[in-house]
């Protein structure tokens, strides 16, 4: 079977490795970091980034991205904090942007396997952690995924 003509290696090469970025997003500056970064790496736009933001609850339920009126302050801060930074990154990149929430009590748990469901080819997550230049430290949220995650994992730190 012979590929189609869009499948080939310069379409491949154009549009880079990871067609699909999972970034774990919290809002914090680490988050906006990571979702830079992810931005760059997915290039013309014909990837797409997805920020997943994990919001404490009872059990996994996904919803798609906009503010519904019974949502909580939480997941009304993580969507404000997403829309600055899409805002800022599209002034310098044509890259796909989306915002999901879940809920869930295990953060690096439900990021990694909503990665798995969802085939994404990389997850990026903001460092944390509270170490210095001499002794960087993980977070633990970032520390469960490099350890968990079935797909490769990127850390980016603001700092």
Avoid: N
């Avoid at 469901?117 to 170490?131: A, E, N, Q, S, T």
């Amino acid at each position: 079977m012979t590929p189609a003509a869009d499948d080939g290696p310069a379409r491949q090469a154009a549009a880079g490795p990871f067609r699909r970025i999972l970034v774990a997003w919290d809002g914090s500056a680490d988050a906006v970091a990571a979702l830079r970064t992810a931005a760059a790496m997915a290039g013309d736009g014909r990837s797409h980034v997805v920020a997943l933001s994990v919001l404490s609850g009872a059990a996994p339920r996904e919803s798609g991205g906009a503010a519904g009126a019974g949502q909580s302050e939480h997941a009304r801060r993580a969507e404000l904090a997403f829309e600055a930074a899409r805002a800022t990154i599209a002034r310098s990149s044509s890259a796909r942007l989306t915002l999901h929430t879940i809920e869930s009590r295990h953060i690096a748990g439900s990021v990694c396997e909503y990665a798995a469901d969802h085939g994404f080819d990389l997850l990026v997550v903001g460092r944390h952690g509270d170490g210095g230049l001499v002794h960087p430290k993980l977070g633990h949220i970032a520390e469960s995924a490099v350890r968990s995650c079935s797909i490769p994992v990127l850390l980016v730190s603001a700092g």
